[in-house]
């Protein structure tokens, strides 16, 4: 067996550019057939407007905290906290008062567990 190791592209943070979208930069890790992986940075006042994807979503907060919507219920997230965002589902993250970085992790043809 051989190790195969490669590169990947890995862009600095850039504001978020999704119209409805403010203060929030992201960092993109790696994008593949079938996972995405990307950093994003709430500033105060962040948010990612609400929406449906059309793939499930884990969004793992790994600093501060903030808020999160999915259907017609919210909750806090704070770190050490994941949600799932389910596909077709409405849904929206948002700080006030606070900063939050977390881990979006993009299911592309496969299953989430």
Not at 33 to 53: N, Q, Y
Not at 68 to 73: D, K, P, R, W
Request: glycine share 8%; net charge negative.
């Amino acid at each position: 067996m051989t190790i195969q190791v490669e590169p990947i592209q890995r862009d600095g943070w850039t504001p978020l550019p999704i119209e409805g979208c403010r203060n929030v930069a992201v960092k993109m890790l790696m994008k593949s057939h079938r996972l995405g992986l990307a950093m994003l940075r709430f500033d105060l006042d962040g948010t990612i407007h609400e929406h449906p994807a059309d793939i499930e979503i884990d969004v793992i907060c790994l600093e501060g905290e903030g808020m999160v919507s999915v259907g017609n219920e919210q909750s806090p997230l704070k770190s050490g906290e994941r949600v799932r965002l389910p596909k077709g589902i409405p849904h929206r993250l948002w700080t006030n008062a606070t900063q939050m970085c977390t881990l979006m992790v993009e299911y592309h043809g496969v299953e989430a567990d």
